[in-house]
């Protein structure tokens, strides 16, 4: 992958290298979302100095979401610490709910002064945002002067966008017209699903909202979109190499002389130069990519790997890699190996045995093993078969639950518990405290204290329950409560020193030979994101200890994606039995069973995507050539 390493982003025509030959849309690749939204905001600021200069005023287009906000973050320490003044800046935001008032934590009002107006020196009277409340028959005409009144200060000079599932830009939902101004607009119900966490919930997402149009954004002199995150994957492609189409409103960027796509290697990953480079240009064939490939052709002709020809890898790109390795047979033969090596009954290393050619070490035979789960029940919906395996096998297993999870507990639950609560204990004065808030809160409420510690119990006895089921015993579970997570929104703390402390104080103190954690960086709420940060940030610090010489991390992911097959280094097979027992553990849950607050884009409950999930890695196992399991739980080494 062609990934960037402090380039600049300024706009270059795409599609000129035979690698980029699909590409309809400049795009820059970075590993992570930090640098490039630096590397943004310090074009931005390169753009309000170069105006005051000029003595004219700098026109912003700005989006909300998450993807903008180390943006933000960067040009309000640029005003602090370098003296960017936006005193000359005029900013119009793409969109608003509607009807939504400017105090809703969930406005963009409050997102925009929170993020970047409250900590800059702009003035009040050139910030523009539109109106949630506007009276509904003023509401066309409101959207007139909104759409004048950029017009009137010479149109956008840059306009910063992110993209949404549905290819949508602003809300400029799919059936857009290119030509269209600001206007209001019904939300498509996949914005909505998204949006629901938020919200606590879909119904709490309007169905309305005002938007700049797309013939307004297209105005901009300069455009750059952010895209993070895998989610965000097969939308990328569709806009960058798709055609133009009103269904996917993001397309009609494609037609504008100045734009550019900043996006993550998670967010970049369906290109078809990140997917399969072998298909537009010459390739350094290493061991990965080899085998990326062969998996790649065995499931695009549904053969498996054994009988993959000459004349297969002829016909779809692939001659290169033939001339390098000879016969298709070697090949074949090779890769198949190294898949079949990666199935193991023993996630701990099997005693006694010859652990060469095994995912894990047979030496010690009894392993401390420490299980991080960023939710309290992300163990048992991503590895239940592997951490029940893990105990039944003889090994000193610990589980870490890094947060509370207290936010993921409906209003309704803590009130059943709380009046169950009540009747046992009439006169509890706290109890009596949890009702009375719960019964008065409104969509702007943050839960008070006792109401989060309450919600934070309930996790806590459902994971207890769940890890007795699978025989552990209660002096191995621990609840870190990590304290970026502690804010009783959807929006947490940056990750701070107390939160790495936290996870290198219980690494140290356990000395594990094995460490298992959350790699679903497909998070809607970006949980499992901060958490793995988290463990990375402690074992940069841990790693000079001798113990960690002797430590393997290994990454398994959540109930949104799975390890691709190529990048699988442990899969573990679960019998039809283990799959009930995982599912059963999973029923432990009882608060994120039914209506669970944080689906994302899946109606589906988080056990039948599991088992759905881990089916199908056995079933891709089984297409490429392999034994048939019943399921199969996957892991990817990570090397610290």
């Not at 949006?195 to 013939?215: C, D, H, Q």
């Not at 209506?595 to 079933?619: C, H, I, K, P, Y």
Request: hydrophobic share 35%.
């Amino acid at each position: 992958m062609n990934i960037t390493e402090h380039k600049n982003i300024s706009y270059k025509q795409p599609g000129k290298f035979e690698e980029t030959r699909f590409e309809k849309i400049h795009n820059v690749i970075f590993e992570a979302s930090k640098e490039p939204s630096i590397l943004i905001a310090q074009e931005i600021a390169q753009l309000i100095r170069d105006k005051e200069l000029q003595n004219k005023p700098c026109v912003l287009g700005l989006a909300t979401g998450s993807s903008p906000i180390k943006v933000y973050e960067e040009l309000v320490r640029l005003h602090n610490e370098e003296g960017l003044s936006f005193a000359n800046v005029i900013t119009f935001n793409l969109d608003e709910y509607y009807p939504m008032d400017k105090s809703n934590l969930q406005s963009y009002f409050f997102f925009m002064h929170e993020h970047l107006f409250n900590h800059v020196d702009i003035l009040a009277e050139n910030i523009n945002i539109p109106n949630g409340k506007v009276n509904s028959d003023d509401l066309y005409q409101y959207c007139i002067d909104y759409e004048m009144k950029i017009k009137a200060f010479g149109g956008l000079d840059f306009q910063l966008l992110g993209i949404g599932r549905t290819g949508h830009i602003g809300f400029n939902e799919p059936g857009s017209h290119h030509n269209s101004g600001t206007r209001s607009i019904t939300l498509d119900h996949i914005t909505r699903v998204d949006a629901a966490s938020a919200f606590l919930g879909i119904a709490n997402v309007p169905r309305k909202a005002i938007t700049m149009g797309i013939g307004t954004v297209m105005s901009a002199k300069r455009i750059v979109l952010l895209a993070w995150g895998a989610n965000k994957a097969e939308i990328v492609k569709e806009t960058i190499e798709g055609k133009i189409t009103s269904e996917v409103p993001a397309t009609y960027l494609q037609q504008h002389d100045n734009v550019s796509f900043i996006l993550d290697e998670a967010a970049a990953s369906e290109l078809t130069r990140v997917k399969t480079p072998w298909l537009v240009t010459s390739c350094v064939w290493n061991g990965p990519l080899k085998l990326k490939a062969v998996v790649w052709l065995s499931e695009l002709l549904n053969k498996p790997i054994l009988k993959l020809t000459d004349k297969d890898y002829n016909n779809n790109g692939m001659s290169g890699l033939l001339t390098e390795e000879g016969t298709a047979y070697d090949l074949n033969t090779e890769m198949f190996n190294k898949l079949q090596q990666t199935i193991t009954g023993w996630p701990g290393g099997k005693p006694n045995a010859d652990d060469s050619r095994r995912p894990e070490r047979a030496i010690p035979e009894r392993k401390r093993v420490l299980i991080f789960s960023p939710h309290p029940d992300d163990d048992v919906i991503s590895m239940g078969g592997t951490f029940d395996r893990l105990v039944e096998q003889g090994h000193d297993v610990h589980i870490a639950y890094q947060t509370s999870g207290n936010i993921a507990v409906s209003d309704e639950e803590a009130l059943k518990f709380a009046e169950i609560t009540q009747s046992i204990c009439p006169n509890c004065e706290v109890t009596k405290s949890i009702i009375n808030f719960l019964k008065i809160k409104t969509d702007n409420d943050i839960d008070s204290s006792e109401v989060r510690r309450l919600k934070g119990l309930i996790r806590r006895s459902e994971s207890i329950a769940a890890t007795r089921y699978l025989n552990l015993s209660d002096d191995k579970v621990n609840f870190l409560d990590l304290p970026f997570y502690e804010t009783g929104t959807v929006k947490k703390n940056i990750l701070a020193e107390n939160d790495i402390t936290m996870m290198c104080d219980i690494i140290d103190r356990i000395k594990p030979h094995q460490i298992y954690a959350a790699g679903d960086l497909a998070d809607p709420h970006g949980t499992h994101k901060v958490c793995l940060d988290a463990l990375f940030e402690a074992l940069k610090i841990l790693k000079q200890n001798d113990y960690m010489t002797d430590c393997w991390v290994w990454l398994y992911r959540g109930a949104w994606h799975e390890w691709e097959s190529y990048q699988i280094e442990m899969a573990v097979p679960m019998s039809p039995d283990q799959v009930l027992k995982k599912r059963h553990a999973i029923f432990y849950h009882q608060s994120q069973k039914d209506g669970v607050m944080f689906q994302g884009g899946d109606s589906r409950e988080f056990w039948v995507r599991a088992e759905d999930r881990n089916r199908l890695t056995a079933q891709k196992y089984n297409n490429l050539g392999l034994a048939d399991y019943a399921a199969i739980e996957a892991f990817k080494r990570y090397h610290f």
